[in-house]
């Protein structure tokens, strides 16, 4: 199982990135997927997830302004992020939850596999 992000940047405040998570090893459209994210001196805490239904999922603080969404014929998962904030500044990670009908979870000790990261930086 391999997860690779991409589309982290350097982004004023206001503005707006989309991260992308390619994964393979595996058909994940049967798994549930998330984003986390860890800033520097910071534990890693959850951002958003998405079900292999496709319920989503998200922390209070991006609640309106991030979407998580998936395509599953490309193995490919997303995070659209509009009116960033400097608080928003962390390296995101995705991860995959390969245990089938579990529960959607927000803990980053119940996901099995994680990319290496993507940073994003909101300058203000």
């Known amino acids: 199982v391999q997860l690779v992000e991409s589309g982290g940047g350097l982004v004023q405040a206001g503005g707006s990135l989309r991260l992308s998570c390619a994964a393979s090893g595996r058909t994940f459209s049967n798994y549930n997927m998330g984003w986390f994210r860890q800033a520097t001196g910071k534990e890693r805490e959850f951002v958003a997830a998405i079900r292999w239904s496709g319920t989503t999922y998200y922390e209070d603080s991006v609640k309106g302004r991030f979407t998580i969404s998936r395509d599953n014929a490309k193995n490919t998962m997303y995070l659209q992020m509009n009116s960033l904030k400097p608080e928003d500044t962390a390296v995101y990670y995705c991860?995959?939850?390969?245990?089938?009908?579990?529960?959607?979870?927000?803990?980053?000790?119940?996901?099995?596999?994680w990319g290496q990261g993507t940073q994003v930086t909101v300058s203000s």
């Open positions: 991860t995959v939850d390969l245990q089938k009908g579990r529960a959607t979870s927000f803990i980053a000790g119940m996901y099995d596999y």
